[in-house]
């Protein structure tokens, strides 16, 4: 169990310089255990033959043989592919897509209408899209689908974490806040932007066991069975509107949150609120789980 006591700490020393990105390495790899501890044995048998095609899979097996870390290859290497999109980003990799990590739902108080969907050919509602084109497409190689599996893994974890399915057109934000990378908070003497807070939500770091044992507390208190946004939402853009609705009522408070434009002008956050925010966190993480496996299962089978 997390000890929440110490919690905004570990968040202060390890999330403020993360910028643009997306769930935390640590996140994104609890996500995908979470994924992997659902799937049936046949489609891990098939991920795992897939993986040992991607660009990475040699560095993956290297990092596992001095790791030491308890857990099997086929699922460290499932974890490890969850992060890969975010290590690749804007290193001139072929594979990388800076864009498919968010889409910009514009959030304009009071109203809040939706509006049109932002950059539509180049956000992560597209990239999904792509990426289970190009699972299902048998012409394709199995270097391009291993590496498209990666970023499917990805981006169903992006599309949960609610600061990337908005940006904030609030007060001074008149261009927006991208996705609240510029919309300071203070959770404790010093000051972050919210985007960096909400992506370390589900922890910075931490060793690969760690994160499975904390993926399967989540999905024990957030069994498939309770989450009845699964049945109620089943397509990706669904999902980021939930994201939107979260980031209105949780992230942005409806508009009384405060926030400054750099770190120096941070703005206190109210009590309660991190505490409320890793919640909502958790919920996410063990949705976007589910949904993840189930995306996986259609497009490899069982």
């Known amino acids: 169990m997390i000890n929440r006591g110490v919690f905004a700490v570990v968040l202060i020393l390890g999330t403020f310089q993360q910028q643009l990105l997306a769930w935390s390495s640590a996140g994104h790899e609890v996500i995908a255990a979470g994924t992997w501890h659902e799937l049936p044995a046949s489609t891990k048998a098939r991920v795992t033959e897939l993986l040992k095609s991607h660009p990475d899979y040699g560095k993956w097996k290297q990092a596992f043989d001095v790791s030491g870390t308890g857990l099997d290859l086929p699922t460290f290497a499932f974890m490890r592919a969850s992060r890969w999109p975010d290590e690749i980003r804007r290193h001139g990799n072929s594979y990388d897509h800076p864009h498919w990590h968010y889409v910009d739902w514009p959030l304009s108080p009071p109203s809040f209408a939706i509006g049109e969907e932002p950059a539509k050919n180049d956000n992560v509602l597209y990239g999904i ?46 261009e927006g ?39 399967i507390q989540i999905l024990a208190e957030h069994s498939r069975k309770s989450l009845g946004e699964i049945e109620e939402h089943k397509t990706p853009n669904k999902w980021s509107l939930e994201g939107r609705s979260i980031a209105i009522d949780r992230a942005y408070l409806r508009g009384e949150l405060k926030g400054g434009t750099s770190s120096d002008t941070a703005r206190a956050l109210p009590d309660g609120y991190t505490k409320a925010a890793k919640t909502v966190a958790e919920k996410q993480g063990a949705l976007a789980a589910y949904r993840l496996g189930d995306e996986i299962v259609t497009a490899l089978g069982r």
Do not use: M
């Open 129 to 174: 899209r792509q990426c289970k084109t190009v699972l299902g497409d048998n012409n394709a190689s199995a270097e391009e689908r291993a590496a498209y599996l990666s970023w499917l893994i990805h981006l169903v974890g992006d599309i949960h974490q609610p600061l990337h399915t908005v940006s904030w057109f609030g007060g001074q934000f008149t």
């Open 177 to 215: 806040d991208k996705g609240g990378n510029i919309f300071f908070v203070k959770p404790a003497s010093r000051g972050i932007n919210l985007h960096s807070l909400w992506d370390g939500l589900l922890g910075t770091s931490g060793k690969p066991q760690a994160h499975v044992n904390y993926a």
